[in-house]
C-alpha cells in the first residue's frame, strides 16, 4: 500500500513539475524601457516596437502604460476615452485583462489621465503574471521619474532597455536610472540612442558605451515621423514603415525575435565592416533568445 501510494504521488508530482516548467518556458518576455528625463522618445518607442512586432512578425503583444502619473500612451495608439486603465487594476483586484483595448494589432492597457484613488504600483508584477503565458511579449512603458513608479517597471521586466539621447544632461540621468536597476540586481540589456541630429555635437557611441558599460543596441536618427504619427495618433513604425526611425526600430525587432535583419541587397554584396551597433544587435540577439533567457 505504501509503495502504491509513493508510486502515485511520484506520478502526481512529476505531472505538475513538468506543467510549470513548460509554462515557464513558453511565458512572453517582459520588457520595460526606462528613462529618467522626459522628452527622449521613450514611449514613442514603446508603441512603435509593440506595433512592429506585431505587424511585422507576427507576434502577440501586450503593451502597458506603467507611467502613471504622466501616462500618454494610449494617445500614441489612438486610446482617448479608455474605459478601464492600469490605475484600476493596480488600485483593486480586477485582473489586468478586463483593461485592455486592442489597436493596430496590439493589446493595450493605457492609463488614466484623471485618476484620484490610492493605487499600488508594485503590483504590476503580479498583475502581468496573470497574463504572461497569453503574449510573446509585454512591453513597459515606464516614467521617468526616479521613484516607486520607475521601480515598479524595473522589477517587473525580464530585461530593461535605457532610452537615451546623445547629450551629457540626459547621459547623467541614464547613469542614475542604470544604478538604480543594479542595485535591484535587475540586469540592462542596452541602450536605445533616440534623437541623433548632428553627431559633431553629440556624445560618441563608444564613450557612451564606456561610460554606461552598457551596449548601444540602435541608434535612431531624430525623424519628423514621430511627429507626424503622434499627431495623428498612430504608432510611428505603422505611420511610415520606411522612415529611417521605423527601420531601425525593424532592425530592434530582428534581434528580439531571433529573425534576420532586413540589409539592402548591395550591402550583401558588397563586404563592408558592421557598424557597432550591429555588433550589439547580434550579440542582443544571440542572448535574448539562448536558453539562459528562459524565464
Not at 20 to 47: P, Q
Not at 52 to 67: C, I, S
Not at 219 to 247: E, G, M, Q, W
Request: hydrophobic share 40%; with cysteine; net charge positive.
Amino acid at each position: 500500500m505504501s509503495i502504491l501510494y509513493n508510486s502515485i504521488s511520484l506520478k502526481n508530482y512529476l505531472r505538475k513539475s513538468f506543467k510549470r516548467v513548460f509554462l515557464y518556458i513558453w511565458m512572453g518576455k517582459v520588457i520595460g524601457f526606462i528613462a529618467t528625463k522626459g522628452g527622449v522618445g521613450k514611449t514613442t518607442v514603446s508603441a512603435s516596437l509593440a506595433s512592429d512586432l506585431a505587424n511585422y512578425y507576427g507576434k502577440k503583444v501586450l503593451l502597458v502604460d506603467a507611467n502613471y502619473s504622466a501616462p500618454n500612451l494610449g494617445l500614441h495608439m489612438d486610446i482617448v476615452e479608455p474605459k478601464l486603465t492600469i490605475h484600476d487594476i493596480l488600485a483593486g483586484r480586477k485582473k489586468i485583462s478586463g483593461a485592455i483595448h486592442n489597436r493596430f494589432g496590439v493589446d493595450v492597457v493605457p492609463g488614466s489621465y484623471f485618476f484620484l484613488k490610492k493605487m499600488n504600483p508594485f503590483k504590476l508584477k503580479d498583475k502581468i503574471n496573470q497574463v504572461k503565458k497569453d503574449y510573446d511579449f509585454i512591453i513597459l512603458d515606464s516614467s521617468p521619474s526616479l521613484n516607486e513608479e520607475i521601480l515598479s517597471t524595473i522589477l517587473a521586466s525580464d530585461n530593461l532597455f535605457i532610452v537615451s539621447t546623445p547629450d551629457y544632461p540626459t547621459l547623467s540621468c541614464s547613469l542614475r536610472v542604470l544604478n538604480l536597476a543594479k542595485q535591484r540586481d535587475k540586469k540592462i540589456s542596452g541602450i536605445v540612442l533616440n534623437k541623433i541630429r548632428d553627431p559633431d555635437y553629440e556624445i560618441l557611441l563608444k564613450d557612451i558605451e564606456e561610460v554606461t558599460g552598457l551596449p548601444v543596441v540602435a541608434r535612431i536618427p531624430d525623424d519628423i515621423t514621430s511627429l507626424k504619427a503622434l499627431f495623428n495618433r498612430v504608432p510611428a513604425s505603422l505611420y511610415n514603415h520606411k522612415s529611417a526611425f521605423s527601420r531601425e526600430i525593424n532592425k530592434l525587432s530582428a534581434a528580439l525575435t531571433n529573425s534576420k535583419e532586413k540589409r539592402p541587397i548591395w550591402k550583401s554584396l558588397i563586404p563592408l565592416d558592421f557598424k557597432r551597433e550591429e555588433v550589439n544587435r547580434e550579440l542582443l540577439r544571440n542572448a535574448f533568445n539562448s536558453s539562459e533567457q528562459i524565464h
